[in-house]
């Protein structure tokens, strides 16, 4: 899979409860899986239900199940919506992407319910009828609130950061933003759609967890940017240099530059 965010999710001991509530209640199988479309935590612990493991041993192998997890999770990378659909035994699925900052990092799936009342094609002995009327019916409008459930379900847990990653992903789309736009003017708000939080939330997070404010934060990288090109175009004049990372003035930049650096831009290059 493409365009995936390279990094485990984590799911605070929140998320677990929840989850297992959840999947407790609705009588569902709830699975949280990574981007790779490993299996990170289960709710209640849930393996598959009887009827899907006595259709795995009879009709098709565990193999078929985890291609079709694959394919609907390769669907969800692209839509970025929640999918339902039916697995080989029948049994209604439900996909729901895990989204942050706009990239799809895992899959929350529910599932292993009845979307009707009639038997899969082929189900004839006892165990098996009595295996697949075991499990929840949702069909119709119940289906309908099921998804909507699930949607909600996954953005309270994004929304109060009850997952989350091992490295300061917020951090880097940030920087990602800044560096994309050093030329330009920009603007806390700007910034702070880009990364889908808001401009209080933005603030408060540089704050607390870099000691700084935005437009300070901006400052230094087109500093750091212009230390670049002083490096590695030492034939561009300062004011190329001072338009290139986003200074109107070439004296207001050779003096901000002198600020945090302690020489000048022109001694910087000769040194």
Known sequence: MENLIQAELI????????????????????????????????????????FCRLMQEKRFGVAACIALDRK????CLVTKQILTYRCHAGLGEIIAPVLFLDEVAGFLVIGQFRLDDALPSGIKTPEECAAYRALPLFAGEELHHLEHMVQMLLEYIVSKELVGYPHDLRTLKLLQYIDHHIAEKMTLGAAARFIAVSESTLTHYLKARHQ???????????????????????DWKLDAISSAVGFESCF???????AMCGITPGKYRRS
């Open 72 to 75: 609907k999770q390769r669907e």
């Open 212 to 234: 700084t404010c935005f437009s300070h934060l901006v400052m230094k990288k087109r500093i750091e940017k212009a230390q670049h090109l002083l490096k590695i175009h030492p």
């Open 252 to 258: 207001y930049f050779s003096r901000v530059f002198k």
């Open 11 to 50: 799911l605070k001991e929140d998320v677990r409860r929840l989850l297992d509530d959840f999947a407790g209640l609705m009588k569902l199988r709830a699975v949280f899986f990574n981007a790779a479309g490993e299996i990170i935590e289960r709710g209640r612990n849930a393996e598959c239900s009887a």
